[in-house]
């Protein structure tokens, strides 16, 4: 997402200057409401970059009227806040009607100057445990500290990588107890994308054959984010392109940090290709390419190996939710046929940058392959792997010692790592050279489970240094940072067995 203007004022939080454009669609797709105010409201974190693409000062994290504001306890001039009413499909089943069970959409501000990623140069601000709306079925309307601290954390870290995401504000915590399997601190979460559409919005008004809605919304998405689409023969069949590549190309970068979203519903699916809903998400630690990070899919439907093809199944959902606007099936199928492409284009490039491999060779996907079959069979730490890996000089198999002692089968990497020198000799790879871009595409940190459950836990006890300390490293992922090498490390025992789940 695009940066404000060097020379953009820096607003107080009582002066963002909010308007609302989703609020400009008829009255079926939302409700107007006020969040729900929680009592002793207090900050646990706040993002200053967050802030910043907003024009907002940072300094005003530390008054009364933001934590105020970004608890719910009071709307701000100008803002018209609202739940967004939407369907889909929940781990692969159709569910009817969904919605903004506990968001409220404030609105939106201006965030810089257009981009390609954000033509309007706005983005809205939403609360979410701002409590219950109309949408909210069985919930409450709130969430608990522990998910929103992961999320603001997360959407932060993952801006970092360089992947797409909503953003994340600030993280407001209350002394009112939220009741999940047993009573937890409650807290509200501000995050900000452009907007938050998503598949289900389409799939809702599609489902219920309701033409005269679906056309206004994909309108509506078309002028404000896909202005460029308005010229295509048919738009609505290059709006389904468009959807289709960015999330072709969002997943493939998923894979290629480790990161599994734990939770993709077609409701959880960005109409712009962001990663959104940040639940029970994980990074890799030890590589299982199986592994599910969400301890309620029971059945292994968003695991690891499966978001790829879980992405283009979602790509068809929406297709059929478009069909009617489209026309001809072969043309929502024409539309979807870039996924896979697209997809392979995508992590192709981004492995050979991992690898630090500038060319591309017929015999690279072999290579490739015997590497994940290494990663896998000895259950490789995914980030340390690749960080390690940069500093293997092409001469010298002792430099190799720091990624090999993460291998149990030492002859099996040794095979593999002549392999990959013959490779980097094919194209006279300079080792300071290959270091240095190595080292600009693979973390040194990520978002490890149990980095944030000690954050978790202190914030717990009212200690938030630790969320503070945690979104400083995430914010410079790629950086040495030697006074923080404990972040780095192989996880500890205890973390294999924690456990995320949709309970937030």
Not at 60 to 73: D, K, L, P, Q, W
Not at 219 to 230: G, K, S, T
Not at 297 to 322: E, K, S, T, V
Request: charged share 20%.
């Amino acid at each position: 997402m695009n940066a404000p203007d060097t020379g953009s004022i820096r607003h107080a939080t009582d002066s963002l200057p909010f308007e609302n454009s989703f609020a400009a669609l008829p009255g079926d797709f939302y409700t107007r409401l006020r969040p729900t105010p929680v009592p002793a409201p207090h900050l646990v974190g706040a993002s200053t970059a967050a802030a910043r693409m907003i024009n907002l000062d940072p300094s005003e994290f530390h008054s009364r009227g933001f934590v105020e504001a970004f608890a719910g306890n009071r709307v701000l001039p100008g803002s018209i806040p609202l739940a967004a009413v939407y369907s889909g499909h929940q781990f692969g089943v159709w569910a009817g009607q969904l919605g903004d069970g506990r968001a409220i959409l404030l609105g939106d501000v201006p965030a810089g100057n257009p981009t390609e990623d954000n033509p309007t140069g706005r983005l809205e601000l939403q609360l979410k445990g701002s409590g219950l709306t109309p949408y909210s079925r069985m919930g409450d309307g709130r969430a608990v500290l522990r998910s929103s601290i992961r999320e603001f954390l997360c959407s932060e870290a993952m801006a970092a990588l360089g992947i797409p995401t909503s953003r994340a504000l600030c993280v407001v915590g209350t002394d009112m107890p939220v009741m999940r399997e047993t009573p937890e601190t409650g807290a509200i979460a501000t995050r900000m994308a452009p907007t938050f559409v998503r598949f289900g919005s389409f799939e809702h008004w599609s489902y219920k054959d309701r033409k005269t809605e679906l056309k206004i919304l994909a309108d509506y998405v078309i002028d404000n984010f896909y202005p460029a689409l308005r010229e295509a023969p048919n738009p609505y069949k290059a709006l389904l392109q468009e959807v289709t590549r960015r999330t072709a190309e969002l997943i493939a970068q998923w894979q290629t940090v480790g990161f599994m979203h734990g939770v993709m519903n077609t409701d959880n699916m960005s109409i712009l290709g962001l990663t959104i809903d940040y639940g029970p998400f994980g990074f890799m630690d030890a590589f299982d390419a199986g592994h599910i990070c969400n301890h309620s899919d029971h059945q292994g439907r968003y695991a690891y190996h499966m978001q790829p093809r879980i992405g283009q199944w979602n790509c068809f959902a929406l297709g059929q939710a478009l069909l009617p606007l489209i026309g001809e099936v072969d043309d929502a199928h024409a539309a979807l046929e870039v996924y896979k492409p697209v997809y392979e284009q995508k992590l192709e490039a981004l492995l050979h940058a991992k690898l630090g491999l500038k060319s591309v060779q017929p015999d690279d996907g072999a290579l490739t392959d015997a590497m994940f079959s290494l990663l896998q069979e000895n259950h490789v730490d995914f980030t340390l792997f690749f960080r390690r890996l940069g500093d293997l000089k092409i001469d010298d198999p002792a430099s190799d010692e720091p990624v090999r002692d993460l291998i149990i089968d030492r002859p099996a990497f040794d095979a593999w790592a002549e392999s990959y020198r013959r490779r980097l000799k094919q194209e006279n790879s300079v080792d300071a050279e290959r270091r240095a871009a190595m080292n600009a595409v693979n973390p040194k940190f990520v978002l490890r489970n149990h980095l944030a459950q000690t954050a978790i836990e202190k914030a717990q006890n009212k200690d938030f240094s630790e969320v503070d300390n945690l979104l400083r490293i995430l914010e410079k992922p790629f950086d040495e940072q030697p006074e923080n090498e404990a972040y780095a490390d192989l996880p500890p025992h205890w973390a294999s067995q924690l456990e995320v789940s949709c309970s937030s």
